[in-house]
């Protein structure tokens, strides 16, 4: 409801645009015109212009999912364009003129004798006109629709948009020239503000173009969401079913009972979200031979989008396991797509040990260049893309939860399928260490990476030298979700290095659990480290890669789960003192 709220308001306020000021004075020409046969004509005129662009938004979206790099490279031109528009009122004014000339046709006096089409027209013409002017609200509608192509949640927010860019333009017809001398005063903020949204877009492009999108935003997590945000994304979608029975889960995250089964619930809507697509370009397989969509064809497919150093994707797979042995007989193929964050994820022997290590045996594709991820369009970790038995992607999950959503998915397509029936019961698997399930309460520390790209609340002195040697200094103190190194550290691109030992992280966090990922020296050889909370050693707070000292070694380029708490309750004071040289630190994660 808040999101229909914000969108119709966001048609509402779109008359404010400058761009929209030339091709109103030709609709104030028909305000002492009766509102019936002129007024409604117009708005219902304008209200076909935008179910032509929501349309072609859709339709377009499958040419993006084909195109998949074209189509982005095409996507970038045009918010460049439109950015363009926003910052300089000269081109939008240009491109804008041929309509501006149909409106002013349309409304001189000889069709104002015409039929009840003139105004149809003028409408049309003026919600063309109307849609570039926009915004970012429309522009995040239109967005959704392209990518995700058409869908009710997209319709209702493009309807409340229409909505409000209509009762715009009925106050424009009903109060006339009252409303324009009203709003040539407001033009100098709007001209201000249009031309700093210009530049954000501008900026906004540049950072997609360049590639930093899909490690600033690709994931949807709790570490970089917050609770508000993570509960509109899941108001789009369907409620989430109550919490589900509990089964037990054995070390290596095989079910093995489970309680009585519940209530039979009513089916999901599953719409056709598209064909299963290639999962040719993988750079390996693991537990499998390739698999390919045609080899798959009538069976039930889980794709799971993971990476091995990502907390959100480690906490989702108990679950993944869990189902992969539980309907393994009844027709189910998990499929891991393993797409790397960082340059070390990418090195197959490290997610050949990763994959053992985390006791995944459902196959696996080594997605090390992106070839299946572009070919989904997916840009989150983790993804879930359920692909029923004719080869139709009918549901999609980004982020952790709703699990017990998913699984009803997953029996209602072998149920669609004909395959042997399934108990109705759920999974409910006890994760354990860094696959153990976020806190209740949700973690007031986010996502924070170390390498210059993208850190961010940086503390110490003199900032951060790149690509070179420094010695830092020790910060004096440290506020909430600011960190801080100590000692000879090389700050690279993606993460920090220690040059000489005894180097030092601080951070001052409010979560439960404490995770960094972290890699021995450059020739492999570990690294000991030390942990330790407000100045003392964790003791009963220690994580499962420390003990109650804090002692702790890196072994491995992986996640580290260095605190683990009972409660939540204020923020503390963590820190890292690596014992030996060449400790490599790329990004802490809380949960």
Known sequence: MLLLIVAYLGGVLTILSPCILPVLPFVFARADRPFRSHGMPMLLGMALAFSAIATLAAVGGGWVVALNEYGRYAAIALLAVFGVTLLFPSVADRLSRPLVALGLRLSGPASAKASVFSPLLLGVGTGLLWAPCAGPILGLILTGAALNGASIGTSLLLLAYAAGACTSLAAALLFGGRLFSAMKGSLRTGEWMRRVAGVSVLVGVGAIALGLDTGLLSRLSVGTTSALEKALVEKIDMPMPSPQPQASIDPGGLMLTSTQPEPKKPALALPDEGGFPSLAGATEWLNSAPLTPEGLRGKVVLVDFWTYSCINCLRTLPYVRAW?????????????????????????????????????????????????????????????????????????????????????????????????????????????????????????????????????????????????????????????????????????????????????????????????????????????????????????????????????????????????????????????EFLDAGAQAYVFTFG
């Open 324 to 576: 992969a042995e539980k309907y393994k007989d009844a027709g189910l193929v998990v499929v891991g797509v393993h797409a790397p964050e960082f340059a070390f994820e990418k090195q197959p022997a490290n997610v050949r040990r990763a994959t053992k290590d985390l006791g995944i045996g459902f196959p696996v594709a080594v997605d090390s260049n992106y070839a299946i991820w572009r070919a989904f369009g997916n840009q989150y970790w983790p993804a879930f893309y359920v692909v029923d038995a004719q080869g139709r992607i009918r549901h999609h999950q980004f982020g952790e939860g709703q699990y017990a959503k998913s699984e009803q998915v997953i029996q209602q397509l072998l149920a669609e399928a004909g395959r042997p029936v399934v108990p109705a019961d759920t999974v409910s698997p006890e994760g354990q260490g860094t696959q153990a399930a976020a806190a209740a309460s949700p973690a007031l520390s986010g996502e924070t990476y170390l390498g210059y790209e993208r850190a961010q609340s940086f503390a110490s002195p003199g900032g951060i030298a790149k690509d070179r040697a420094r010695v830092y200094p020790a910060a004096s103190s440290l506020r909430a979700n600011q960190w801080a190194l100590s000692g000879e550290w090389a700050v690279e691109s993606e993460r920090a290095v220690l040059v000489r030992a005894n180097g030092r992280i601080a951070y001052r966090f409010h979560a439960r659990d404490l995770h960094l990922v972290l890699g021995p020296s450059a020739d492999g050889k570990p690294v000991r480290f030390k942990v330790l909370i407000d100045g003392k050693p964790p003791l009963a707070d220690h994580g499962t890669d420390t003990d109650v000292q804090g002692n702790g070694t890196i072994d491995g380029q992986r996640l580290y789960q260095l605190v683990r708490q009972t409660a939540n309750e204020k923020d503390r004071l963590f820190e890292i």
